[in-house]
Every structure is written in C-alpha cells, then in structure tokens.
C-alpha cells in the first residue's frame, strides 16, 4: 500500500505540475493577446495559482519518487493549509451570497437581496468603473444577441427600464418621451444612448451583474467542496507515502 501510495503522488503532481504550467501560459497569453481591460485582469489570479500549483506539486513529486521525507512533511503541511483556506473561502462565499444574510442587514432596498460586503465589493466607485470598462471593453450591448449572456444582465445594462416609458429605436438606442419618463426613478435618468454609458451606470445593471456574480459564486462554492474532498484524498495518500517512508528507513537502518 505504502508504495502504491507514493506512486499515485507522485503521478497526481505530474498531472497539477502540467495543469501549473499550463496556468502560467494562460497568464502570459492574457497580458499579451488580451483585448479588454476585463480579460487582463485574469493575468494575475491565474499566474499566482500557477505558481503556487507548481512549488506544492513539485514539493510532493520530489518527496514522493525521491523518498525525501522533510519535503514530504513540507508538502503536507501546504496541503493542510490549502485545505483550511479553501473550507475558509466556502464557507465565506456561501455567507455572502446567503440571500437571507442580504436581506436582514443590507443598507440599500434596491439591492437588499445581496449581502452588504458583496454589495461594497462590487458597486464601489474604483471597482464598479472596472467592472464597467470590462462590460464595454466586451461589447456587452452590440453583442449581446450573439452571445450567451444572461437576460437579466441585457436588460438591467443595455436598456433602460421598462417602466421609463421610453421609446424604443434599436437595441440600444431609446429615447424619452416629450414630457419626461413616466416614472421619477434615477435609472431613468441615468440611461445615455452613448455606447459607453447606456445604462451601464443604472442600478438595474449593478443589480444583474451582482446577480451574475452571485450565482457564480454559488456554482465556485460547489467546486471547491468537490476540490476540498480532492485535496483531502491526496492528502491522506500523501500522509501514507509518508510512513512508507519511514518504515523503509527503519527497515535500511535495521543490521543485516
């Protein structure tokens, strides 16, 4: 078993030291081929997880086929940290996107089926102008019939609401009517036909990109209980490759 063990670690960090690699390449393509100021901002996540993935996967391969059981050790304790943070940030994503958390202290009726710190994380002047430089670097509204994007984000950002009476001209051009929106609301105010503003800036359009990040948040939480039970697996395995290592060195150190 204890040799079985140190096989299968070893393999499981040749497979995360390709999936390291390939994250750094994807780093290193989205700073030079990346269009938008959106896609840019991928560059840094996914070169600190390529690294990361690298040193750990590297720490057990050497440990595991080499037998070294100080860097076993150190691997192992990496894991266990990792785990710790990834329960850490489950836990956190599934409170922040918790609609009945959102609703008990959310400061803002608008938005008061969203938490309040994923409200200030998002809708904050310095993120929310990045947030809206990405949606326009993107053509969200030009494209937004080709493109697999939520209805709720089409309509809360590429149209005014419904209920401003406005006329319609094309996808992303309506205008008042003579005597002022039908409704006092500020998103009414907000729409521009500027392609640059539209309602980019309405809080019908924060309210669907909080939505979209909410939900992928909640899908983010499920993958990282499928990557916590991963890692726990890896790591028992790991802490087995361990004593086998010790058993053999017992064993080396044994007379003859």
Not at 168 to 182: C, L, Q
Request: hydrophobic share 45%; proline share 4%.
């Amino acid at each position: 078993m204890g040799r079985i063990s140190n096989g299968v670690v070893t393999g499981l960090n040749v497979l995360a030291i390709v999936l390291a690699f390939s994250a750094i390449g994807f780093s290193v393509w989205f700073q030079v081929k990346a269009e938008s100021r959106c896609q840019r901002v991928l560059k840094r996540p996914l070169l600190i997880f390529g690294v990361a993935l690298l040193v750990v996967s590297a720490a057990g391969m050497v440990g595991s086929w080499f037998r070294v059981s100080f860097i076993l050790w150190v691997y192992l304790l990496m894991l266990f940290l990792l785990i710790i943070a990834l329960i850490t940030l489950t836990v956190f994503t599934i409170m922040v996107t918790n609609k009945r958390v959102g609703t008990a202290v959310s400061g803002d009726h608008r938005l008061a089926h969203y938490s309040t710190w994923l409200q200030n994380y998002v809708i904050n002047a310095r993120n929310w102008d990045e947030i809206k430089s990405c949606l326009v670097g993107v053509k969200l509204c030009q494209a937004n019939y080709q493109r697999n994007i939520t209805p709720l984000l089409q309509s809360g950002c590429c149209k005014p609401p419904s209920y401003c009476g406005f006329e319609f001209h094309n996808a992303t051009y309506w205008t008042p009517p003579k005597t002022g929106p039908a409704a006092a609301d500020p998103d009414c105010k907000t729409w521009s036909n500027g392609q640059e503003e539209l309602c980019f800036d309405c809080y019908s359009c924060k309210k669907a990109v909080l939505d979209n990040i909410r939900r992928e948040w909640r899908l983010m939480a499920l993958i990282n209980i499928a990557i916590i039970l991963f890692v726990i697996v890896v790591y028992s395995l790991g802490c087995c490759a361990l004593r086998n290592n010790h058993h053999e060195h017992h064993r080396a150190q044994l007379p003859a």
